[in-house]
């Protein structure tokens, strides 16, 4: 079973920048490899939405809020995903939450079966 724990959030001022990650635990290199993985968010009162994902061959997709502001990577050999976001605003105030899948699905932001506890960024 797969684990995901994600650090790095914290209260930043508008125009700051942060980076968080995702330490991955209870499968294998190979396993992690070939996950895809990804950064969802969600906002007081608001549902949570997909921020950036990445493959298994490192290919990326953001979320236009994000694009151009965040870089989703991933360091396989210390199973942890990243996300570097820059030029912070309150509308990035949520809850950060890694994610994980190993099967395919419709869309980069369905079909997650792993899921960390969260972190949270507040932006002032």
């Known amino acids: 079973h797969v684990q995901l724990v994600e650090s790095g959030g914290g209260s930043v001022q508008a125009g700051g920048s942060l980076r968080l990650s995702c330490v991955a635990s209870?499968?294998?290199?190979?396993?992690?490899?070939?996950?895809?993985m990804a950064w969802f968010r969600q906002a007081p009162g608001k549902e949570r939405e997909g921020v950036a994902y990445?493959?298994?061959?490192?290919?990326?997709t953001y979320a236009a809020s994000v694009k151009g502001r965040a870089t989703i990577s991933k360091d396989n050999a210390k199973n942890t995903l990243y996300l570097q976001m820059n030029s912070l605003n309150p509308e990035d105030t949520a809850i950060y939450y890694c994610?994980?899948?190993?099967?395919?699905?419709?869309?980069?932001?369905?079909?997650?079966?792993?899921w960390g506890q969260g972190t949270q960024v507040t932006v002032s």
């Open positions: 994610a994980a899948r190993n099967l395919a699905a419709a869309t980069w932001y369905e079909g997650y079966n792993y």
């Open positions: 990445i493959d298994g061959d490192g290919s990326t």
């Open positions: 209870g499968g294998t290199y190979s396993h992690y490899r070939a996950y895809c």
